[in-house]
């Protein structure tokens, strides 16, 4: 991977919001080097991450801090023109004054980019000078336009989930409302049909009758038109079944096929 060194003139663009942006730029193509040339008052409010992470060169205050600043990115870039450490220089600054310098980076045969960031400022004759140009405001605005699309994307996708969690939370609380009334429904049911025979049971022992067999039983329960051929769900069922499922518990059916008092 080719080396590449970043000349920050931060007087005259305040970098920090761009590090992304330059990050994004030249870091997959180059190994970056950046030196940020600054004067005393912007050092103080620079972001200390910054500080750490890249070259810090403190230009001397002057009755003029623009050219200061000027003079100290043109020295150091000729330092490194002449190391020969780097394959590609990029300048950042909305000054033309660094258009000697770029042609003398192109001159020893290395890439010279410019990125600028002031559009209304900006030279069309500079794209004949640099290898390349590149207006950083208006990238920046590209990515926050797709970091918002991706936002709002996210939005509507959490907002689709939530109102899917809320419907499926309502049908499932439906679902259980539905059950419980099916529940009760099915016990009221059932109490019904232990209404219906228990009358019968308490009329066959009050007469002291020690048991009686399900046949007799039967016969008693057609005189009285009582469907036993059906459960609570309308299906077919066994007689016995039936007796077993819906007689009061205080009767039982012994193995003999009588039924009794417990």
Known sequence: MKNCVVYIDYDNIKYSKYDKIMSSLFESSYNINIKIFINENDLNNLDPIIKIKNNIFLC???????????????????????????????????????????????????????????????????????????????????????????????????????????????????????????????ERLSQNKKNQLSPILEEIFNDNIIHISISQFQKKLDKKKINYKKDVYGNNIKYKKYLEKYMPNIYIIKKDDNIYLK
């Open 60 to 186: 001397s205050p002057a009755k003029n801090k623009k050219n200061s600043i000027d003079c100290h990115i043109m020295i150091e870039c000729m330092d490194d023109i002449y190391s020969n450490k780097y394959d590609c220089h990029i300048i950042i600054s909305n000054d033309t004054d660094f258009i000697p310098l770029a042609k003398r980076i192109k001159s020893e045969n290395k890439k010279c980019f410019l990125c600028y960031d002031n559009e209304h400022n900006f030279n069309s004759y500079l794209n004949d000078i640099y290898d390349n140009t590149y207006n950083l405001s208006h990238l920046l605005k590209l990515e926050n336009d797709k970091i918002k699309k991706e936002l709002d994307i996210q939005k509507e996708k959490e907002l689709t989930l939530k109102i899917q969690r809320e419907k499926e939370e309502k049908e499932n609380k439906q679902k259980e409302i539905n059950r419980i009334n099916e529940i009760k429904k099915i």
